[in-house]
Structures are given as C-alpha cells and as structure tokens.
C-alpha cells in the first residue's frame, strides 16, 4: 500500500492550524447560535425589508446627489493635498536621487539617516487609517468634508511617497547620475533626468489611488466627514431601509463609473507613451493637465473650503487651542490597567481580521468555482453575487452585522468576511482561468473526471496567486478591523471611538499606537509567509 510523503506535514499543518483557531474564534465571540435568535432575526428582517422600494422622493433625491458630488470631490481634493505632501516626502527618501550612491564620499550616513526618518514618517502616515484621521479632525474641527480632505491627504500622501520613492528607485539612473555628478541639485536632476523616465508609472498609480480614494471618502462619512457615508450612516442610524438602499445604489454606481473612468485615463496615458517622436507633456499631457486643474477647481468651489475660518472657530486663539489639541495626545496612557484594556482590544482585533479572512479564504474559494465555469447562467450569476458582495463597504456590513449579532467583535467578523469574500472570490476566479489548461486537459484525456482534474491539474498552478491574495487581503484587513469598532463591531476601533468622544487624547493616543504596531507586526508576519510559503 502506497502512502502519501505528504500525509505527516500535511496533518502537522492542520493540528498546527486547528490549536492557532481556537483562542482565536475565542477572541472574535464566534457564536453562530446569535444568528438564529428570533428577536436578532426580526430586527434584522425589518431593516433588510425596507429596502424595497429604495427612497426616490422628492426631497431625497437632491440630497443624494449633492452628497454623490461633495463624495467625487472630497477625493479630487483629498488626493490633490496627497501629492502635495507626497511630492517631497519622495524626492527626499528616494536612494535614486542621493549623491552618496554615485560613490564613496562625505555626507552618506546623514544621508542615509534622514532618507531613513523620512521613510519612518511615510510608515506613520499611511500606518495609521484615513477613519482614524477623518475621526480627529471631525473632533476638531466639527463635522463636515474638510476632515476626510486631511484625511486622505494625510495617509494617501504617506501612500503614494512611499510608491513614488520605489518607482523613481526602479527607474534607470544613468541619466540622473550624470546630472549629479556635474553638480546639479537634486530637484533639476528628478525633473530632467528621471520623471520622463516615470512619469507614466507615476501618473498611472495616481489614477488608481484616486479611484481607492472615492471608495475612501464613502466610508470616511461613517465618523462625521460627509459625503454618500455620512448620508449612509444617518440612514443606518435611523433603520430606515429604503434610504439605505438608494444610497448603496449611488455609492455602487459610482464606482463603477469610477472603474471606468479610471481605465480609461490609464489607457489614455499608455496610448501617449506608445506614441512615437513624442517630446515633453505634449497636447495630450496638456489637455490632462486642464482636466485636472478644472477638477480640482470645481470640487473646490464646491466643498467651498475654509480652513482659516475652521481653525477660526476654535475661537480667538486657534493655534493655541490646536496646539492643545494635539500636546494632549502626549504622553499616552501607559497606567497598567489601560493597557491591559487595549491589550484586550488588540486580541480582538487580530481575531477579527483573522477569523473574518479565514472565512472569506473558504466562502471565496467556493464561490470562484461556479464564478469561473463555463456554463453562462452559473458563471454570471456567481459574479453578480461576488460584486455585490464586495461593493457594499464593510462599515455597512458591519452595521447590519451589529443588528444581526449584537455589538462586540462576532459583528466586525461577519463583515470583514462578507465583503472579503466579494474581493477574493473574484481574484480567486481570475486566478483558475489563467492557469495553463493543459495539465487538466491531459488529465481529463486519461479518464480523470472533472474534479480530480481540478484538483491536480489545475488548482496546484493557481494556490500560489491564491495564497498571495489571500495574505494581501489579511494585511488590508487588520487595518479595518481596526476601525470597524467605530459602529459597534469590537476590537480597538470601538476603544478609540469611545475615547475621542469624550475627548480622553492620552487614553485614545495609546490605542491609535497599538493599531499602528499591530498594522506593522501584520505586515511583517505576511511578508514573512509570504517567502516562506512561496
């Protein structure tokens, strides 16, 4: 009798497993029996009733389009101040642009300590959630979009300087060199002998991070930072249904005209590299350029943006009341028995993202199955279920999962889970129809039926994409759990809305440290899966 070499890692690996879930599942409150409590289902079943019809008077209407407009204009704007703290943060930490990596000399270890500290503040920036800088600027300066304008201006721009520096690293550096070597500064040397080299990489990531930032803006809302999120989370509040359900209609079209806006400015600016004896932006560029300066115009004159007059409602010694506000954060709480509080809060938090990925790893894998077939009704049925599951936000998820489950960490699972599901069910499609077909052609041709064909011949060519999406995703996933407290779903989140509400800074700057740690040690556990297992 033959036996399987693998059998005994295999087994390990499942033991392994099995003792890492049962704290966690412990952690996360796990209770499926809550699901079936008939007064959890009644209310549930209310609300998710009144969805239909979706709200279409009068007086809802406007109001649904000026928050669809103030939403595309937080973006514009949020993503404009990005990349203007993007830009030097960039130029400064990209090794490309460093006079000390053209040969051994004076000045490399300052060089390399400030490109060092600059990356330091890109991992702050983008470590900490846009919900959690939405949050503080609301409790500053009150409600309303300037808040997820800073927001997203503050962790896109830690974002983009952190893909902006790799892209100019990545670059040919011939041309740069040779500038800095006759002596000229960095700036002339970036703008003359390396963005020509990037500009297209550059522009394209822009593109797709303002398309990240629409999605953004949507969920900023939840805490008070307006837009379609704002709109949605007064409804939610309210259990009204069929307000609910317009406003998800809007955010769902949004997005898709999003996407495809979004591809068509990418192939646009491939369509001008391709173009042969093209010097400069050209009139293509420049028509860019107006587009986007008229943008950014009319979201302006739109949100009609006053910072001096926010910061002017603090009262008559703002920048001294700011200064309070923030010197307040200063030092954190580090009492024994707060600590042990976000300790706990932690926990729950990376049983949240874990159980909720874990769940959508499975549902995910299900789902592709019928998501990738050839047979049309099944196929189109599967991805209409998959985008649906992955348009809806996982703050509203999480709504309904607080109705369903009761506050506490079950809540912020189910919802990490729901929507995970959408994302990795579609990627985990995509993964199996690129796949070589011809090991599970060859299989079906030896008379293997159709599911050990998939197992064997197909499935081992596509576990490497899935794995790598499925420790992508837990990655962006601790980062939400994080915040999903902020609706009732547990975890760190609910630890820090709690404390910014009633304004303990120092309590709220211990929680606001755990979540960037947590988000770091995350990153650093993927990473290292990720060569491990690759």
Known sequence: MLRDPAALPRASGLLLACLIAWPLLHWAQVSPAVLADPANLKVIGHFLAGFLPPEHGREFLPLL???????????????????????????????????????????GLREGLLRNGIRGLHTLLRGIPELVWALLFVRLFGLGPAAGVLALGLTYGGMLAKVYGEILDSAERAPVRALLAAGARPLPAMVYGLLPLCARELTSYTVYRWECALRASVVMGFVGAGGLGQLMDQAMKMLNGGEAAAILLAFLLLVLAADGLSALLRAWIERGHRRPGRNGIGSDGFSFL????????????SLDLDFAALAGNLGDDALHQLADFWLAFFPPDLSADWLLRVGRGALETLAISAVGSAVAVAAGALLALPASSTHGLLRGTARFLLNALRSVPELVWATIAVLAAGLGPFAGAIALALHTSGVLGRLFAEAIENAPAAPALALRDAGAGRLTAFLYGTLPA?????????????????????????????GLGQLLYVELSLFHQAEASTVIIAMLLLSLAVDQASAWLRQRLG
Not at 78 to 107: H, T, Y
Not at 290 to 301: D, E, K, N, P, R
Not at 475 to 485: D, Q, T
């Open 290 to 301: 107006l587009a986007l300066a008229a943008a950014l115009g009319i979201s302006w004159y």
């Open 462 to 490: 596509a576990l490497p994409q899935w794995l790598a999406y499925s420790l992508y995703r837990w990655e962006i996933n601790i980062r939400m759990a994080a915040v999903l407290g902020f609706v009732g779903a547990g």
């Open 65 to 107: 389009g000026r928050a669809t407009l103030e939403t595309i204009a937080i973006a514009t704007i949020g993503m404009a101040l990005a990349m203007f703290v993007a830009a030097p943060l960039a130029l400064l930490s990209a090794r490309a642009l460093s006079r000390a990596d053209l040969g051994p000399g004076p000045g």
